[in-house]
């Protein structure tokens, strides 16, 4: 048996991750951010020296990964979300990886877990799934003014790079990561403020709500 699972996916930087706080913090539930384990995975490989496309010593990072990694500071940078994007495409390191988000999404009473899969590979039983997308520049300037706070000689046009490179490394190939669920949501954000995305959200989750309860009798 599970709680109610709230499975929020998306690509970089469509503000998939402030609603998935937001959302568990409306319900109670606690949110884990899935992107921060691959991320964690790639710094500490990079920090033992090692190399971004070797799958075995990456795999051997994810099996010995400790939670307390993800409240690094270090896991928030832009390096490492290209190194979790490299990390992130080896089969091995999702299984290994997989176990711990499945035991999240399964936490009672209920469970919100953002990233790339987890309506399709992690909780396809999720009672309540929505894929949060925007347009390419609107998730660029998004990521931008928060990489500003750490780095503020980035710029614009490095970080939509970035950014474009990382949706192709999702979605590319049949086995990539990011997938829309045949039963979630689209939510597409780029014209809406946080609070309006939010407040969209909140609805898309309380009809899947109300199903899920009249499901349980
Ligand atoms: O959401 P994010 O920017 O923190 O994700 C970093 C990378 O991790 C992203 O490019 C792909 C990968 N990722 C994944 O493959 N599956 C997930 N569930 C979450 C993230």
């Given at each position: 048996m599970s709680g109610f699972t709230i499975a929020v996916d998306g690509p970089a930087a469509s503000g998939k991750g402030?609603?998935?706080?937001?959302?568990?913090?409306?319900?109670g539930y606690p949110v884990l951010d899935s992107g921060l384990l691959y991320r964690a995975v790639g710094v500490r490989l990079l920090e033992s020296g090692g190399d971004l496309s070797d799958e075995v010593a990456a795999t051997a990072v994810a099996r010995t990964l400790d939670p307390a990694e993800l409240e690094r500071p270090e896991v928030r940078t832009r390096a490492a979300g290209e190194a979790?994007?490299?990390?992130?495409?080896f089969t091995p390191v999702r299984q290994v990886l997989r176990e711990f988000q499945i035991a999240f999404a399964r936490r009672e009473p209920g469970a919100v877990v953002d990233g790339r899969d987890i309506g399709t590979v992690i909780a396809p039983w999720a009672p309540a799934k929505v894929f949060v997308t925007a347009s390419t520049e609107v998730r660029a300037e998004r990521r931008w003014k928060q990489l500003l706070l750490q780095d503020e000689t980035i710029s614009f046009d490095d970080i939509l790079a970035d950014i474009r490179v990382r949706d192709h490394r999702d979605t590319a190939r049949a086995d990539s990561p990011m997938a829309m669920a045949s039963d979630a949501v689209l939510l597409d954000t780029s014209e809406m403020t946080i609070d309006g995305a939010f407040d969209a959200a909140r609805r898309i989750v309380e009809t899947a709500r109300a199903?899920?309860?009249q499901s349980l009798g």
């Amino acid at each position: 048996m599970s709680g109610f699972t709230i499975a929020v996916d998306g690509p970089a930087a469509s503000g998939k991750g402030t609603i998935a706080v937001k959302l568990g913090a409306l319900y109670g539930y606690p949110v884990l951010d899935s992107g921060l384990l691959y991320r964690a995975v790639g710094v500490r490989l990079l920090e033992s020296g090692g190399d971004l496309s070797d799958e075995v010593a990456a795999t051997a990072v994810a099996r010995t990964l400790d939670p307390a990694e993800l409240e690094r500071p270090e896991v928030r940078t832009r390096a490492a979300g290209e190194a979790a994007s490299r990390v992130a495409i080896f089969t091995p390191v999702r299984q290994v990886l997989r176990e711990f988000q499945i035991a999240f999404a399964r936490r009672e009473p209920g469970a919100v877990v953002d990233g790339r899969d987890i309506g399709t590979v992690i909780a396809p039983w999720a009672p309540a799934k929505v894929f949060v997308t925007a347009s390419t520049e609107v998730r660029a300037e998004r990521r931008w003014k928060q990489l500003l706070l750490q780095d503020e000689t980035i710029s614009f046009d490095d970080i939509l790079a970035d950014i474009r490179v990382r949706d192709h490394r999702d979605t590319a190939r049949a086995d990539s990561p990011m997938a829309m669920a045949s039963d979630a949501v689209l939510l597409d954000t780029s014209e809406m403020t946080i609070d309006g995305a939010f407040d969209a959200a909140r609805r898309i989750v309380e009809t899947a709500r109300a199903r899920w309860e009249q499901s349980l009798g």
